[in-house]
């Protein structure tokens, strides 16, 4: 069982930054995924930015040039760089971890932007 913890949300004015962080309980090893989804008050939640262990790495369209997504291997921690925040970003973020086949995730953090 890999745990997420996750930390970095918070309240932000349009126009600025937020980097979130989550480092899984354990070392991970083989093929997986790591990355960021967000679910905004009454709709689905959503990929925003994922990345492989092998560096391939996917964003959502509504983010592309904005965030970026990087990874430390060697800790298993994620980090999403959230640039020109806009207030459609407002959402509880969650990390996610996937390998062979087994979804993980983290408890969420609200990310709040306002105009």
């Known amino acids: 069982q890999v745990q997420l913890v996750e930390s970095g949300g918070g309240l932000v004015q349009a126009g600025g930054s937020l980097r979130l962080s989550c480092a899984a309980s354990?070392?991970?090893?083989?093929?997986?995924?790591m990355g960021w989804f967000r679910q905004a008050p009454g709709k689905q939640r959503e990929l925003v930015a994922a990345?492989?262990?092998?560096?391939?790495?996917t964003y959502a369209d509504s983010v592309k040039g904005r965030f970026t997504i990087t990874r430390d291997s060697g800790k298993a921690t994620v980090y999403l760089h959230m640039n020109s925040l806009n207030p459609e970003d407002t959402a509880v973020y969650y990390c996610?971890?996937?390998?062979?086949?087994?979804?993980?995730w983290g408890q969420g953090t609200q990310v709040t932007v306002s105009s």
């Open positions: 990345i492989s262990s092998g560096g391939t790495i």
């Open positions: 354990e070392i991970t090893f083989g093929f997986n995924v």
């Open positions: 996610n971890f996937q390998r062979s086949g087994y979804f993980y």
